[in-house]
């Protein structure tokens, strides 16, 4: 078996899992578009993990009940363990509205997990509300659904926060950017 450290040094970077968290239409799957572009074309390994690519297949069986979210919670963890291992960057872009599942995804992953909080105030991310879905929810159409009848446990200790609310986009994306080349560089 191979280990981290030689993929590591083959590929020129650490590797491990940036855990986006936070409310919908927060900004999560745009930034972490943005930072996958951005840290591909520094030559890195690294791969986006949202609902997009993977409630449609692999979690394709599940709904949005409390019990629902947390198994969508635990294959993305160990989704994103695999390819950590395989020495990708992993950016995952999920609500992952339960503190308790964000901490089983830290345990698992272990020393390669760094949460990021990627908020803007609920007002904010109904005014942006790209799929519709807080009209939805506001109508009683969408059960279940985090922010409005449902609830958000923020992080309380993220290594890295951006108010997406407060700071335009390329501001948020270079203050990650930033992060996840400090983070994921190799020991010189």
Excluded at 4 to 32: D, E, I, Y
Excluded at 59 to 79: C, K, M, P, Y
Excluded at 113 to 137: M, S, T
Aim: some cysteine; hydrophobic content about 40%.
């Amino acid at each position: 078996m191979i280990d981290s450290p030689a993929r590591w040094r083959r590929q020129g970077h650490r590797s491990g899992v940036l855990w986006f968290t936070g409310l919908s239409g927060a900004g999560k799957s745009s930034l972490a578009v943005g930072l996958e572009r951005e840290l591909f074309g520094r030559g890195m390994r690294v791969f986006v993990l949202d609902g997009d690519n993977l409630r449609h297949g692999l979690n394709g069986d599940l709904g949005f009940s409390d019990a629902d979210r947390q198994e969508n919670i635990r294959r993305v963890t160990e989704v994103a363990a695999l390819f950590a291992q395989a020495g990708f960057v992993v950016v995952t872009a999920f609500i992952s509205p339960f503190r308790a599942d964000r901490d089983t995804a830290r345990r698992t992953i272990g020393d390669g997990f760094h949460e990021a909080h990627i908020h803007a105030d609920l007002d904010v991310c109904e005014a942006r509300d790209p799929k519709g879905l807080y009209v939805k929810a506001r109508a009683g159409d969408i059960a279940d659904f985090t922010g409005i009848s449902s609830p958000y446990e923020a992080p309380q200790a993220p290594e890295i926060s951006v108010n997406t609310g407060e700071q335009d986009f390329d501001t948020c994306l270079a203050r990650l950017v930033d992060y996840a080349v400090r983070a994921f560089a190799l020991p010189v």
